[in-house]
Nanobody
């Protein structure tokens, strides 16, 4: 699976961005999809994941009620709507796909990764 993330940029605190991740190469609906982020000088961390059908989602606590992950299997695309952005959300955001992993939040369970898109939130 090839993944191409887009939609990052510079936004003021309190603003919104929507990230997109377009997939190609395999049957998109076979893959659980996730978003991860890595801030400067920090470890990569899990942000959100969505089930293969899109009916179930899972978030890290720091983004619950502010971020929404969704997918459109007809378009082979996963989205991350980010609202009420905070400077602490500044990071490179990457999408990832897993076919056979046992967890939703562990990066080692994801087999395919996109290149990342930079989100910068100014205070």
């Amino acid at each position: 699976v090839q993944l191409q993330a887009s939609g990052g940029g510079l936004v003021q605190a309190g603003g919104s961005l929507r990230l997109s991740c377009a997939a190609s190469g395999r049957t998109f609906s076979n893959y659980l999809m996730g978003w991860f982020r890595q801030a400067p000088g920090k470890e990569r961390e899990f942000v959100a994941a969505v089930s293969r059908s899109g009916s179930t989602t899972y978030y890290t606590d720091s983004v619950k009620a502010r971020f929404t992950i969704s997918r459109d299997n007809a378009k082979s695309t996963v989205y991350l709507q980010m609202n009420s952005l905070e400077p602490a959300d500044t990071a490179v955001y990457s999408c990832a796909a897993q076919r056979w992993g046992s967890t939703w939040s562990a990066s080692y369970d994801y087999e395919y990764w996109g290149q990342g898109t930079l989100v910068t939130v100014s205070s």
